[in-house]
Every structure is written in structure tokens, then in C-alpha cells.
């Protein structure tokens, strides 16, 4: 079984922390700040085995060459993007499997909001690793894709275990919540879900991981049945204040 231990980190990232529970074995997601992600793998016991990167942004990357060099972890990464991406020990694709102990992430390419995305899951633990591509209540902007890759993207996610826990790359739940409200007024599930996320906020909680269930019911990128609706709705949504 695999748990995921979010790492704040930068202004709004979170890092994750990654240790399968059969044999100890332990991966960071995305380190881009050095220091807290040091003070997270050392409160687990100070051993890291693989750093994970979904895409090549400075604010999921940048640590990496420093943890690497502290922990001598090995790192993975998309093979589309290892020209922009530091220097990969294993380069993977779509369908390849990554194991982290006795448990196996199965890698997806994901893009939208760059070329080169991907997500890691890992099915003993139902835990999504998606990066910026999935949000709570939100998607990435598409920096790079088009609106018809992130709906495809974002359709795999849709069809994963309903108990998915959504491990993405920012606190951005309360932000988008405003949006999806505007977006779908009249969604119970939503409006229940915005008010959690308000009271955790003010509490100085974070919102994630959430659960694919509770996605699928209020986030409107999911939600949206085709490729001109997703267009729309983050047209809108990069224009939304």
C-alpha cells in the first residue's frame, strides 16, 4: 500500500512524499524547494529511493539535482521531455510501470497543460499523482496542449476508481471553487463541497488530496462531456476574476 504525505512548498506547490508500507521504500513528487522536502524525507526515517517529476516547470523541478545529490535517489521522468527535464536515470512513456517497493505506479501521458505531462498511478493505494494537470475543482491552463488533449486527459482520470486520491501540484481549491460556482450555481454537490473547502482554508488546512468522487461530482473541467465545452469553460476561466 502506498501513502502520499503532501509537502508544502514555494508559495501554493505541494511536493509529495511517497513510501510503500510493505518494504519501506520511499519517492518525492516534484521537489522544487529543497529545504522543506529535506525536513519531510528526513522526519520519515532520511532515505529516499526515487524522485518523481511530471512535467518540466521550474516550480515542480528545480530541487531535484539537490535532493538527488543528498539522497542519491534515481530519477524518472517523461521521455518526450528528457531534452528539458534534469538529467534522467529512467526515461518513461505511456504504459511504462515504475515500481517503488512492492508497489507499481503506472505512468500516463497527460497532456494540456504542456507537451510532455504525466501522471503517475499507482492502483494499491488508489493514489493519483496528476500533477498540473487535474486540480481540484480545476485543470491546468494549457500553456502548451489544446483543449481536446486535456479532455482526453482528463477523461482517463474520470474513469479511475471513484476512492482516487487527487495528489496535484497546488493549493489552488479555494480559488477554483469561485469559478466552478460561477460556472455551475445550481450543483448541490459543489456548493456543499466549496463551503468544506472554505472552513479548511480558514483553519489553515490544505484542501488536498481529494477524492476522485468528490471530483467527478463539482469539478466542471471533469464534468465536461466534450471538447468545446472543457474549450470554453477554461477560456472562461483565464479570464475569470
Keep these: 500500500m502506498i501513502k502520499a504525505t503532501l509537502v508544502p512548498i514555494l508559495q501554493d506547490n505541494y511536493a509529495w512524499l511517497l513510501r510503500d508500507e510493505e518494504s519501506g521504500c520511499t519517492a518525492i513528487v516534484d521537489p522544487a524547494e529543497v529545504d522543506p522536502v529535506v525536513a519531510a524525507i528526513d522526519a520519515a526515517g532520511g532515505k529516499l529511493d526515487l524522485i518523481l517529476l511530471t512535467h518540466h516547470h521550474g516550480d515542480h523541478i528545480a530541487g531535484t539535482d539537490a535532493i538527488r545529490a543528498r539522497y542519491g ?25 515504475v515500481d517503488l517497493g512492492a508497489s507499481t505506479a503506472r505512468v500516463f501521458e497527460t497532456p494540456g497543460h504542456t507537451r510532455g505531462h504525466i501522471s503517475y498511478y499507482f ?45 496535484c501540484g497546488h493549493e489552488y481549491t479555494e480559488s477554483n471553487a469561485r469559478f466552478a460556482l460561477h460556472a455551475d450555481p445550481g450543483n448541490t454537490d459543489l456548493q456543499a463541497y466549496a463551503e468544506r473547502v472554505k472552513q479548511q482554508r480558514a483553519a489553515g488546512l490544505p484542501t488536498l488530496p481529494s477524492l476522485l468522487a468528490d471530483e467527478l461530482a463539482c469539478n466542471p473541467f471533469l464534468r465536461a462531456t466534450d471538447v468545446a465545452t472543457l474549450a470554453d469553460l477554461r477560456s472562461r476561466k483565464d479570464s475569470f476574476r
Design 73 to 97: 535517489a534515481k530519477v524518472v521522468g517523461a521521455k518526450a521531455d528528457a531534452h528539458r527535464l534534469p538529467k534522467l536515470d529512467r526515461e518513461v512513456s505511456e504504459g511504462s510501470e
Design 123 to 167: 492502483a494499491d493505494g488508489h493514489v493519483l499523482l496528476c500533477g498540473d494537470t487535474l486540480f481540484s475543482l480545476g485543470c491546468g491552463r494549457l500553456l502548451e496542449g489544446t483543449a481536446a488533449e486535456m479532455h482526453k486527459s482528463l477523461v482517463r482520470f474520470a474513469a479511475l476508481p471513484a476512492e482516487t486520491l487527487v495528489c
